[in-house]
């Protein structure tokens, strides 16, 4: 098990410690807002399950029927976890449709209010720490189920909110209130997330920020060539795909061509992590004007 496998394990963990606290302060008050923020919390669980699988399929090696690896299972998991989100906000906006026709008195208020709290802070500083994670390894799984938690943070503390109005005010409709603005924010996030994923299976191109240091590495590091053209890149999971086409002059040696390869490969495997380098050797006559020129 990979460090990405065990991050989404203890992010079930974290989900399952936090869903029985909302489920306890839910048992407590008989807050809607406390219900709906439960259920959702229960995604959060069945969601770090699906990155735990898109993990390990991601992390199995290429073969005769994907000879490019597995990468792109991280992206079905994010999808998967953005649906589910829609889902629980659509199960929150139904309760709290239903909890505005009939409002409801709560128990023990301030004690619910407690508990909440208690699990508001630990999915908060997962959800920081699984995102910061998420980013320094490039996984699209572990970012996606980091922002699931953030949401489910985000309904917490609209939750919370909702709570102490109540408490203040004694309005009780005020609880569904809060509970149905909460969930069409979720709605939006999950909306988010699912667009995002969608765009990784179409072989969305990499940041403009990384195709600038990949060029310039080329330019940098390919002496000996003339340029380099027709650079694309792509995002699979935690790989980067590279391919371009290098110029060299036309009495160059095949193996002279191929220390250049080499030599650019290598720069930019140290600068890239997960980065696949393809590169297609040209002759001088095959130079374009929109080239890489290299120093």
């Avoid at 191929?258 to 290598?266: L, Y």
């Amino acid at each position: 098990m990979d460090r990405t496998q065990k991050a989404a394990l203890a992010s079930a963990g974290v989900g399952l410690l936090v869903t029985g606290l909302k489920f306890a302060a839910w048992w407590l008050t008989g807050s809607l807002a406390l219900y709906s923020d439960a259920l959702e919390s229960i995604i959060n669980v069945v969601a770090a399950v699906f990155a735990l699988v898109a993990l390990r399929v991601a992390a199995t090696p290429a073969d005769a029927e994907h000879p490019y690896g597995h990468h792109k299972a991280e992206y079905f998991s994010a999808v998967i976890e953005g649906a589910l989100i829609i889902v629980a906000a659509l199960l929150i906006l139904r309760e709290s449709y239903y909890g505005i026709l009939a409002p409801k008195a709560l128990d023990a208020p301030v004690l619910g209010l407690a508990v909440n709290v208690a699990a508001t802070a630990i999915n908060g500083v997962w959800a920081v720490y699984l995102m910061r994670l998420g980013r320094r390894w490039r996984s699209p799984a572990l970012i996606a189920d980091a922002k699931h938690v953030m949401a489910d943070v985000f309904t917490s503390g609209g939750v919370l909110v909702g709570l102490g109005l109540v408490i203040a005010t004694g309005y009780a409709v005020l609880d569904p209130i809060v509970a149905g603005l909460v969930a069409l924010n979720i709605l939006w996030s999950g909306w988010g997330m699912v667009r995002e994923s969608v765009d990784g299976l179409m072989d969305r191109a990499a940041p403009p920020e990384l195709v600038r240091r990949i060029r310039a590495l080329i330019s940098v590091h390919g002496e000996g060539a003339l340029e380099a053209h027709d650079v694309r890149t792509r995002h699979a999971g935690q790989a980067t795909f590279i391919d371009f086409h290098l110029v060299v002059p036309a009495e160059m040696t095949v193996q002279e061509a191929h220390a250049i390869c080499d030599r650019v490969e290598a720069a930019i495997e140290a600068e890239v992590e997960g980065a696949v380098v393809v590169i297609h050797v040209e002759p001088a006559d095959h130079a374009k004007a929109m080239g890489v020129p290299v120093l």
